[in-house]
């Protein structure tokens, strides 16, 4: 593996990114930067076509990073995975979703372990950053490629690093963020050190592709169980009268012993509504129940029922039903900034909505279409005559654009589930808040 050391070191590795979204667009961009030659593959042709021509659709990615990189003929798209057997080191960026049943759907991370089976050769480091179970590097991606005939440690490497992408983020990015690293073997370990250390300002190993598997499940699910026990909270407080958002407040003045944690209408996202299952179904296999993880997932997947609720209680107040009521709501991305409807709890809402027969309409300054997802009739521009139409307002996402003084001053009546409006003077009985 010296061969593919020099090539590290002398920046002449060919670095090849499967999958060009949230995650491996700004990866592949950045590897570019650092100036090695990267090949992006994604099944998508818009999107190999977008990256040839350095058409900019991921947010988080500088449009002159990108054009820059593609005008000097740092980074291609294409469609094909043949190009991986002239690749030095590959990595794999696919989605990794739930079934229906909660079980993890590992296919893609399949699918691009028997595209790289078919082209692996020698002095070649494969690393997956997709978020999975514990074990799937040694257990799914390893036995494939040994088929090969060729040996881990030896021939190629192999490891694991999570992805850290937190889409919206002004402030951490792919490089000043912390890169954990597991290797199948020190010399697995060392190598893909060698090649992050490229574009990140800190590398940090562990001992195994298991531990670093594990790292990225315990971060989520510490956001996940925490937001489940906050959201828990607001509705506890709700139920003695008191307003949450001022409790939470007032505890962060502690200096030691509490980190805030804010509820919300449920959880969305590629990550946290998602990864803690993962475990959760790991251990299923070794006959051991995640108690924290399903409870927490139990509260978060009932918020959207809770803010419909909410929603009931204020129509109720002028004498109206769900069933009916004009409800717009502001916000559908599943969090603030971004254009991205992942898992979004706005969806849940709206579909819990439809099913007691309210008309729904939406905006979201980041969103003007979404033709994959059907949703109810889109609102281009807040104006005074389409907040007072509502019955109903509904802050599912605050984006920083939204002007709330405007949005109190023309609403009859808005469920706040985000404490968007706290700095707003509100009419007696105009908000409903979380």
Known sequence: MDNLLSKIETKTAKVAVIGLGYVGLPLAVDFAIAGFHVVGIDKNQARADATNNGQNYIRDVSETDLKTVTKNGLLNGTTSFSVLQETDAIFICVPTPLSKTKDPDVSLILHATDSIHQHLHSNQLICLESTTYPGTTRELILPRLRETGLKVGKDFSLAFSPERIDPGNSHFKLKNTPKVIGGITSTCLNLSQKLYENIVDQVVPVSSTEAAEMVKLLENTFRSVNIGLVNEMAIMAQKLGLDVWEIIHAASTKPYGFMPFYPGPGLGGHC??????????????????????????????????????????????????????????????????IADIRESPALDIISILQAREAVISWNDPYIDDYPTTPLPRFVKDLTPSSLSAADCVVIVTDHSSYDWNFIVENSSLIVDTRNATKNVQCPQGRVLKL
């Open 272 to 337: 946290i509504p998602v990864d803690p299952h993962y475990l959760a179904w790991k251990l299923k296999t070794l006959n051991y129940k995640a108690r924290f993880i399903e409870m927490a997932g139990e509260i978060n997947a009932a918020m959207p029922h809770h803010v419909v609720d909410l929603i009931a209680r204020g129509l109720n107040r002028i004498k109206k039903s769900v069933n009916g009521s004009n409800i717009l709501v502001i916000g559908v991305s599943y969090k603030k900034d």
